[in-house]
Nanobody, 117 residues
Framework: QVQLVESGGGLVQPGGSLRLSCAVSGSIFSTFHLRWYRQPPGKQREWVAL???????TYSDSAKGRFTISRDNAKNTLYLQMNNLQPEDTAVYYCSAAIAGSPQEYWGQGTDVTVSS
């Protein structure tokens, strides 16, 4: 069974930085496409960033230039480095994992990020 556990969320002032982590267990990490999503308060979940099994990266417009997604296949861990955080980045952040070509997507429980002065 695949399990994902996020960590690294918290309270940060506008302009600050956080690095989220997502530890993945239960399958071959290197085969996964990995994503970050977020769900702002009262809004729908939205996609933030993707890193493929071949380490190709794409970002939402809101994340581009400020966030960096990365993976460490040796540690079975996904990261999201978030810089210049703004109040509109406040959300619960979720990581997901999916094997290429499979509709099955696995989710973590989420980690809270609050950007406020």
């Amino acid at each position: 069974q695949v399990q994902l556990v996020e960590s690294g969320g918290g309270l940060v002032q506008p302009g600050g930085s956080l690095r989220l982590s997502c530890a993945v267990s239960g399958s071959i990490f290197s085969t996964f496409h990995l994503r970050w999503y977020r769900q702002p308060p009262g809004k729908q979940r939205e996609w933030v960033a993707l890193v493929t099994q071949r380490n190709l990266r794409t970002y939402s417009d809101s994340a581009k230039g400020r966030f960096t997604i990365s993976r460490d296949n040796a540690k079975n861990t996904l990261y999201l480095q978030m810089n210049n955080l703004q109040p509109e980045d406040t959300a619960v952040y979720y990581c997901s994992a999916a094997i290429a070509g499979s509709p099955q997507e696995y989710w973590g429980q989420g980690t809270d990020v609050t950007v406020s002065s």
